[in-house]
């Protein structure tokens, strides 16, 4: 089968097939990274476009990796250095980047639903690199490439998420991939950031506290406490959500005999992961990262055989 | 079996491999320094079968390798879906090896070209030869190759099948019109 969306702009949209594509594409793709010359020439003559309204250095870097070992060539806008600050709208951002002809913009919204908005008014692809608290779907997809490759399949699998559910868009990336994929997710967080209705979702479970999140699980998916935004006026102090959230080699024999500790980074050390388990052979964090180059060569090569969508 | 005329049967798909491993020996005076890739997937099972060949004749091992040529097409459009990407496997070093390329059937001699881009992206060999079981013509590239299997004149109406058994070993050439 072949991928047909023009957009990746969540999991959500996509079906189980599209996602296992997605993940053998990458893969497969993974083998270029190791070579000496870590470049084919699929995408010669594209043009990448990253637009980041947010902060980022891993997933920007990731994508323009990305697709330069495709040889795309990539431009990198940030709203700090755009007419963004200048008052222009998304609308006019769009149609003077559009002007410049690209194939494929990459961006990065503060707003949920930013991409969605985009990918309608422009006729080149779209690709979500995070929007506001609603879906991360390369991070999604390269947290469920590394699980693949340690366990061989995402089928069966046991996956507790816990942190800050409410505002995590990996988490939201997260369930709808590894529900299709056929795992069973369970979510730990303080009841202060756990949206109510979740479990709605689909094979989700909410927990009542972290331990019995992590209880013989496969895989324990610590999320990042977004301190810069809403971590104050969520939490008492840090030090109590490291009690009674944070993952530490003593919580961490609650879950299956070498279970996979993941993380989408950056870490605050000492909060939601112990320096011990950051830095231990259980620790996926650096795999993930490594896999990210895969799953985002895979994707712009995926959505640049897309549909045109009908404008 | 698809429908058509059968070109060459087991027996004779055996005989053209063990033909072509021959020649391979001769022209590169042994298996100091060779390696066999395969061109994903029918070059991959050839590639596999002539180096069985090299080894009983020889009695000494030959590297076998896999490229994909997916993502080195020059037919790379936008906005049509995308073949599947496969997996290529050259757990070995390139450089100054005597590379011979295998692939099932050598048409417009696109896919060779891709093939040996791949390749190079590998390392620097010091020679690439081409081996396929079956040459059907069309050619729209400067390239021939140097062991074949079987030369069939086709119309580009035609097409050639090689048939592969559950164990990927080659059974039958099938000419389809």
């Known amino acids: ?311 | 079996m698809a429908d058509g005329t059968v070109i060459l049967d087991t027996a004779g798909v055996k005989r053209a491999l063990t033909r072509i491993a021959h020649e391979i020996l001769e022209r590169n005076k042994g298996v100091d320094g060779l390696v066999l890739v395969g061109i994903r997937t029918g070059g991959v099972h050839l590639a596999r079968e002539i180096v069985a060949r090299l080894e009983e004749i020889e009695g000494a091992t030959v590297p076998v390798g896999e490229v994909d040529i997916t993502l080195y097409r020059d037919d790379f459009k936008g906005h049509a879906p995308h073949l599947p990407v496969g997996k290529t496997d050259i757990p070995f070093s390139l450089e100054t090896k005597r590379v011979v390329l295998v692939d099932d059937v050598l048409f417009t001699g696109r896919t060779i070209r891709a093939a040996m881009d791949a390749i190079m992206d590998h390392g620097r060999p010091a020679c690439i030869q081409l081996a396929v079981l079956v040459d059907r013509g069309h050619r729209e590239l400067p390239i021939r190759a140097d062991f074949v299997g079987r030369n069939v004149p086709t119309s580009l109406k035609e097409k050639i099948a090689v048939l592969f058994d559950a164990a990927n070993r080659p059974t039958d050439v099938v000419l389809e019109k």
Not at chain 1, 35 to 58: C, H, M, Q, W
Not at chain 1, 259 to 271: K, L, Q, Y
């Open chain 1, 1 to 311: 089968m072949g991928f047909k969306h023009k957009d990746i702009i969540g999991l959500q949209d996509l079906t189980r097939e599209e996602i296992q594509l997605l993940l053998d594409t990458a893969d497969n793709m993974k083998e270029i990274n190791s070579r000496d010359i870590k470049k084919v020439p699929t995408l010669r003559g594209k043009t990448v476009v990253n637009v980041f309204y947010e902060a980022s250095t891993r997933t920007r870097t990731s994508f323009e990796i990305a697709a330069k070992r495709l040889s795309a060539d990539t431009i990198n806008i940030s709203a700090s250095t755009s007419s963004v600050t200048k008052g222009e709208t998304l609308s006019d951002t769009a149609r003077n980047i559009l002007a410049m002809k690209p194939d494929i913009i990459v961006m990065r919204h503060a707003a949920s639903g930013a991409h969605h908005y985009l990918a309608q008014r422009v006729s080149c692809s779209v690709i979500n690199a995070g929007d506001g608290a609603h879906e991360h779907p390369s991070q999604g997809l390269l947290d469920m490439l590394t699980m693949r490759q340690k366990f061989g399949t995402i089928e069966g699998l046991t996956v507790a998420i816990v942190g800050d559910i409410t505002h995590s868009r990996v988490a939201r990336s997260d369930i709808f991939g590894l529900t299709k994929m056929g795992a069973h997710v369970r979510l730990a967080g303080p009841p202060t950031m756990m949206p109510p209705g979740i479990e709605r979702l689909g094979n989700v479970t909410v927990c009542r506290d972290m331990r019995e999140a992590i209880e013989g699980v496969d895989v324990v998916m610590m999320l990042r406490i977004q301190l810069e935004r809403q971590g104050k006026t969520l939490l008492p102090t840090l030090r109590e959500y490291a009690r009674y959230y944070g993952l530490n080699p003593q919580n961490l024999k609650l879950a299956k005999p070498g279970a996979m500790v993941m993380h989408p980074g950056p870490i605050n050390r000492g909060v939601e992961l112990s320096s011990y388990v950051a830095d231990s052979d259980q620790s996926a964090i650096l795999t993930q990262v490594e896999n990210g180059v895969a799953v985002r060569m895979a994707m712009l090569y995926h959505v640049s055989g897309g549909e045109l969508a009908t404008e």
